[in-house]
């Protein structure tokens, strides 16, 4: 598969006091570069794309301006830009910091072997709650984004050719309030 890293580093960070992207990860780095890393590691020579602000410890990559209006105008916005083909997509925010290389792999696997036609968007049923975001979105359906009408990421979501399959692990879990940032870093959640 040939696969891109579409990495949301956007959000303002309300909940967390501070834009998430540029926190420090207990591995090394920033939060977003984090992601970057696992990303690399298993698809070395993979496109990246960041959708919002440069990562500290990447500016090197390329961005594009985030409209601040949701992920699923992002989503959109990033869209209509003209972006490098790839099969698919790994779509994921920066608070979605507990990604490692292992669980990554699994993952595109897992999806790749669900949807080999690379016709749908492959999210999450975590915690019976349905993730968009860490799933894998095909390049083919760029157009559909592109002019979907949706608000929500999870109208956005539910509005194109998608699969959800049950998912567990803390991968999916995203850390958005300081609470969360001290149980994570302690291993308590």
């Known amino acids: 598969m040939k696969a891109g890293l579409l990495l949301l580093s956007g959000g303002s960070g309300r909940r967390m006091g501070t834009p998430k992207h540029a926190l420090d990860h207990p591995a090394g ?9 696992v990303f690399e590691a298993v698809f070395p020579g993979g496109l990246i794309q ?19 209006e949701g992920p699923a ?22 608070d979605q910091v507990r990604w490692t290389p292992e669980r990554l792999a699994e993952w595109a696997e897992i999806c790749e072997a669900e949807d080999p036609a690379a016709a749908r968007w492959v999210l999450a049923l975590h915690g019976g709650r349905l993730q968009p975001l860490g799933g894998w979105l095909p390049d083919s359906l760029r157009p559909s984004l592109a002019v979907s009408s949706a608000r929500s990421l999870l109208e956005l979501a539910a509005s194109l050719p998608h699969l959800a399959l049950a998912r567990e692990g803390s991968e999916w879990a995203d850390v958005d309030t300081p609470e969360d940032r001290l149980n994570w870093e302690a291993g308590r959640s």
């Open 73 to 94: 105008m992002a989503l959109r916005t990033w869209a209509l830009a003209e972006a490098p083909q790839v099969d698919r997509w790994w779509v994921v925010a920066c």
């Open 50 to 68: 960041v959708l919002g602000e440069p990562l500290p410890d990447r500016p090197d990559l390329t961005r594009l301006d985030d409209p601040r």
């Open 29 to 37: 780095g920033s939060w977003g570069g984090h992601l970057v890393r």
